[in-house]
């Protein structure tokens, strides 16, 4: 992934949300008129500390059970609850929405401005980092705050893994089950982001093998990705057809880091 957990993450006494998010630019998004409130409440001391101690163990032993009571403890006390995480992811469950209805109109809307680009770029012969990208900056915020990187990063991770998996898709012809993947795909990515970000620094720990923290990591992006899916589709299933995509993003964070917190 490309984000860094080198800072020592965000601290007490302060806002869960910063200052600056709502006035982060997602394309094609209203961010006046979003439907979100911003995360509740001041962190508290030591806000993130049985997160860190849970996910320590974690990084040295390889234990699942520990992974679980690090994003449990992240959750419930270090952002007091799983309604501010998605509230704070609230950059991320936008971005989501708006993968979901990119693929779809590529797939439907002969008009639409992107599926022109990449025609273009196919016809030129680009390959498919190329075309990623153009989807990337259709799809993604474009500033620099860790916010707007982090899904840049999370975009370009989820279809370039979408692809290894599916190695004969076309991006302008997706099925529903394909563009509803592609997108639990990309929103596993920007959980594990905010972990990163937030508590990754025992993944820094010089005194566990470089060998073995890289499959801690892996392992807990597949774990983090696997269970925002699960969530997904159970959303998907009772979802109507005039559902608010972000609104239904962020249920499936929500609901996620509900089941995180049944460990702690």
Same mark, same amino acid.
């Given at each position: ?24 630019? @997602?394309?094609?998004? $209203? ?12 962190? #508290?001391? /030591?806000? =993130? +500390? ?98 707007? @990187?982090?899904?840049? $990063? ?12 599916? #190695?004969? /898709?076309? =991006? +302008? ?92």
């Amino acid at each position: 992934m490309g984000t860094s957990a080198s800072s020592k993450g965000p601290g007490a006494g302060v806002s869960f949300d910063p200052p600056w998010l709502d006035d982060i630019d @997602v394309p094609g998004q $209203d961010n006046q008129n979003n439907n979100v409130n911003p995360a509740i409440g001041i962190a #508290p001391k /030591a806000r =993130f +500390g049985s997160a860190r101690r849970s996910m320590g163990e974690y990084v040295r032993s390889g234990s699942k059970d520990s992974a679980r009571r690090s994003l449990g403890h992240y959750s419930k006390t270090g952002m007091g609850g799983a309604q501010n995480v998605a509230r704070r992811m609230r950059t991320s469950t936008k971005t989501a929405s708006n993968f979901f209805n990119t693929f779809r109109s590529l797939r439907d809307d002969t008009t639409f401005s992107l599926g022109k680009e990449i025609s273009e770029l196919k016809n030129r012969g680009a390959d498919a980092s190329e075309i990623i990208d153009a989807i990337v900056g259709h799809v993604c915020p474009k500033g620099g705050s860790v916010d707007e @990187v982090s899904c840049r $990063d999370s975009g370009t991770s989820a279809l370039s893994e979408f692809l290894d998996q599916n #190695p004969d /898709a076309d =991006f +302008g012809n997706l099925s529903d089950d394909q563009i509803w993947s592609l997108t639990a795909i990309y929103l596993g990515n920007e959980a594990f982001n905010r972990i990163q970000m937030d508590i990754g620094q025992s993944f820094e720990k010089q005194d566990v093998p470089y060998v073995d923290r890289v499959t801690r990591l892996n392992d807990m992006r597949e774990y983090i990705q696997s269970e925002i899916a699960i969530q997904m589709d159970a959303l998907r299933k009772t979802a109507d057809q005039n559902v608010d995509m972000n609104q239904l993003f962020q249920d499936t964070i929500k609901n996620t880091f509900e089941v995180f917190e049944v460990e702690v």
